[in-house]
């Protein structure tokens, strides 16, 4: 079982930058598709970019160009660097991991997740 602890949230104005990190610890994290996925009040919860464990990633259109996915070179941390920040990027942020699918990938629900970190982006 891996588990997630997410960190680097805080509060940020105009088109900030942050860097979110997610410590995972357990096995089989090389084969795990691990992805940040975001709440904001009042809205359901939207994935805002995953990582396959080949190294592709997808992203929500509405970040696309401002955020980035990555792995760190031990792979046991995964990071989302976000820049321009928006108000509407407003949100909680969760961490999360899956096994990969064999036929269906890095798509479907995730059931691993960390704690979350809030991420706030004033105007």
């Known amino acids: 079982q891996v588990q997630l602890v997410e960190s680097g949230g805080g509060s940020v104005q105009g088109v900030g930058s942050l860097r979110l990190s997610c410590a995972a610890s357990g096995d089989t994290y090389s084969r795990n598709c691990m992805g940040w996925f975001r709440q904001a009040p009042g809205k359901e919860r939207e994935r805002v970019s995953v990582i396959d464990p080949d190294g592709s990633t997808v992203y929500a259109d509405s970040v696309k160009g401002r955020f980035t996915i990555s792995k760190g070179n031990a792979q046991r941390t995964l990071y989302l660097q976000m820049n321009s920040l928006k108000p509407e990027d407003t949100a909680m942020y969760y961490c999360?991991?899956?096994?990969?699918?064999?036929?269906?990938?890095?798509?479907?629900?995730?059931?691993?997740w960390g704690q979350g970190t809030q991420v706030t982006v004033a105007s």
């Open positions: 999360a991991a899956r096994p990969r699918h064999w036929y269906y990938g890095c798509q479907g629900e995730y059931n691993i």
